[in-house]
């Protein structure tokens, strides 16, 4: 049996700008997506910390780092610029190998740095 199991966060990132007029999705600097182990197009989970919204979308390279955390099309309705989010990404993992896994988590500074 597999189970859904947390593969990795960044925790307490700043959103950067709200861009409602895009196709959709969270553009997140590509130096925070590697250290999360993250990569374009991976489905996340994006949890505002200021007004509890949650959302399921998927993640766009930003540009390496910009410290960019920008919430795309209808995305950009539920955070605004200077809201602390948490991204996160699941995976799937045999029962046993879940007893023992270990997250990669990220804490990034002020300006989304690492």
Known sequence: ???QILKS??????ITEANLNYVGSLTLDEDLMDAAQMVEH????????????????????GKRGSGVCCLNGPAARK???GDI???????????????????????PKEGNRL
Request: glycine letters at 6%.
């Open 85 to 107: 989010v948490i991204i996160i990404s699941y995976g799937l993992v045999d029962l046993d190998e879940a007893r023992n896994w270990q997250p990669v988590v990220v804490f």
């Open 42 to 61: 991976e489905k996340i989970q994006v949890v505002n910390v200021n007004n509890g919204e949650r959302i399921e979308t998927y993640l766009i390279k």
């Open 79 to 81: 955070g605004a610029e």
């Open 1 to 3: 049996m597999q189970i």
């Open 9 to 14: 966060k960044v925790h307490r990132a700043t």
